[in-house]
Structures are given as structure tokens and as C-alpha cells.
């Protein structure tokens, strides 16, 4: 059973992701972007420091949200730390972005669940084989 302050994270989380994608849309152009994020969480559900990440896992890189905006949300420093470790910066090689990751548990979880719903979601081949060669990095 999941303590007050647990459930109030992931919806405090799901509620800012909800904000900061408003708008947005997946490829589709019809999805509503935030089916992503509420679906990656589904993937971690019943961890709420994986579930709160997850909600926000894209926010950093696709929405006008910075570290300092998580902060001021609230967010706790283990959720902060596994939003940036999961954000791309621009210049970061795929490879090298992957092995941050693969070095930090929480965000592998959260990156194998995101790739995971990505791949449930109509991609295309060249998402399907970097996907699956994404996966092979992180659970290799």
C-alpha cells in the first residue's frame, strides 16, 4: 500500500508533465503527447520515484521546463537526478547517452519502459531497430 506522500508525488508529477505537454501531440499529430509519459509510468508502476521520473521524463528535453522548475515543484532530488540523467543533451552521441544511463538504475528502468511504450506506438523501422539495439545495451 502506497503512503500519502508516495501517491501525492507521482500525482503532483503527472499533473506538471500534464502542464508542460499541453499541446503537444505524438507523431500521429492526433495522440495527445502526454499518452506517452502516463503510459511509460504504467510500465513502473508501484515504484513512485520510477512513476514520478517517468511522468516527467521528456520534460527537459521536449518543454520549456528547467531543473529549476522541477525544484520549485517540489520534486525530490532522486527524481530531478533521474529526469536530467534521462535527458539528451544535443551533442551527446546515442552510445554515450546510453551508457549514463545503464549506470544508473533508476533511470534504466525508466528508459526501458519508455522505449518499451515507443515501440508499442506504430514506429518505424529505423525507431524498431534503434530500439532494439537500445534494449540489448541496457539489459545487456
Known amino acids: 500500500m502506497r503512503s500519502g506522500a508516495e501517491v501525492n508525488l507521482v500525482s503532483r508529477a503527472a499533473e506538471l508533465a500534464r502542464v508542460?505537454?499541453?499541446g503537444q501531440?505524438?507523431?500521429?499529430?492526433v495522440t495527445p503527447f502526454i499518452r506517452h509519459p502516463e503510459a511509460?509510468?504504467?510500465r513502473v508502476a508501484?515504484?513512485?520515484?520510477a512513476e514520478a521520473v517517468a511522468w516527467l521524463h521528456d520534460v527537459l528535453e521536449d518543454t520549456d521546463l528547467t531543473v529549476d522548475d522541477l525544484r520549485e515543484h517540489q520534486m525530490p532530488a532522486e527524481v530531478i537526478a533521474g529526469v536530467v540523467t534521462l535527458t539528451k543533451a544535443?551533442?551527446?552521441g546515442y552510445e554515450r547517452y546510453l551508457?549514463?544511463?545503464k549506470a544508473d538504475p533508476l533511470a534504466r528502468k525508466v528508459k526501458v519502459a519508455d522505449m518499451l511504450s515507443n515501440l508499442s506506438d506504430h514506429p518505424t523501422s529505423r525507431q524498431?531497430?534503434?530500439y532494439a539495439k537500445?534494449?540489448?545495451v541496457l539489459l545487456g
Not at 501531440?25 to 499529430?29: A, E, S
Not at 508501484?46 to 520515484?49: A, K, R
Open 20 to 22: 508542460a505537454h499541453a
Open 25 to 29: 501531440f505524438r507523431r500521429d499529430g
Open 40 to 42: 511509460v509510468a504504467s
Open 46 to 49: 508501484g515504484d513512485p520515484i
Open 90 to 92: 544535443g551533442d551527446m
Open 99 to 101: 551508457s549514463r544511463i
Open 128 to 130: 524498431i531497430v534503434k
Open 134 to 136: 537500445g534494449l540489448l
